[in-house]
């Protein structure tokens, strides 16, 4: 997973237009975010290293997160958690734009994280490919973390103040060493878009034109 957050202007302007009018709108009144449970474990656990192994045991059923604190913001009309129309096409609109700039297939994920907001452990396992991650969190109080199964670690990624990106390969179910494991929290209000791009050469170039790659190392927090 490479991070970037010195982006390319062009980009930033598109997600600065978003962002700008998504903070400064009334979100947290309007956006109901939803805490999605499969049993009655609190919410903290699903981002521990004691979930991550009882997921490890069975990855079949960890594609899609099982717990997550967020409002998702899709058309699904038929959903219990259906969101704001204004905040629905606002993502259309952004979505067009950004589809457009990478090449990308489809978004992935739309999601807006109250504070205390998270995503549980999961590895996207269903809907594999080559991703593009993109954060906004006003205060960077927040954390994305992957297992890597080759090393047996758990690097965390800080979240940046403001826009930032994270690429990388989600592998499918039928290539288990590539699935790829990850979680998020934050303590502060945090949006995300992703999307997936088909090709592997159409991903690379595109990185070039998201922005510089960050150099600094990212932190292994622990062995799992």
């Known amino acids: 997973m490479q991070v970037i957050s010195n982006i390319n202007p062009e980009l930033k302007v598109i997600l600065d237009k978003f962002s700008n009018w998504f ?8 956006l109901i975010p939803h805490e999605k449970r ?33 409002a998702v913001m899709e058309n699904n009309l038929k959903s219990k958690q259906l969101q704001s129309k204004t905040y629905r096409e606002a993502c259309d609109n952004i979505d ?15 999601a807006y994280y109250p504070t205390n907001g998270y995503i549980g452990w999961h590895h996207n396992g269903n809907a594999p490919g080559y ?13 994305f973390e992957h297992y890597d199964h080759s090393t047996n670690m758990i690097t965390r990624y800080p979240d940046k103040k403001g826009w930032f990106v994270k690429v990388g ?10 699935l790829y494991w990850h979680c998020a929290r934050t303590r502060s209000p945090r949006l995300t878009l992703s999307y ?14 998201i922005g ?6 990212q932190t292994i927090c622990s062995i799992l």
């Open 212 to 217: 510089i790659p960050d150099t600094t190392p």
């Open 96 to 110: 067009k734009k950004l589809i457009n700039y990478f090449g990308a297939r489809n978004n992935a994920l739309r």
């Open 38 to 70: 499969d049993d009655n474990l609190k919410g903290e656990y699903a981002t521990s290293k004691a979930y991550l192994k009882e997921a490890l045991q069975d990855p079949s059923i960890y594609g899609y997160p099982r717990h997550m604190l967020g």
């Open 23 to 30: 903070f400064n709108s009334d979100y947290q009144t309007e």
């Open 131 to 143: 991703n593009i991650v993109i954060t906004c969190n006003p205060e960077g109080d927040g954390e």
């Open 169 to 178: 390969y989600f592998g499918p179910f039928n290539e288990p060493e590539k």
């Open 196 to 209: 997936i791009v088909p090709h592997a050469d159409i991903w690379q170039s595109m990185i070039t034109d």
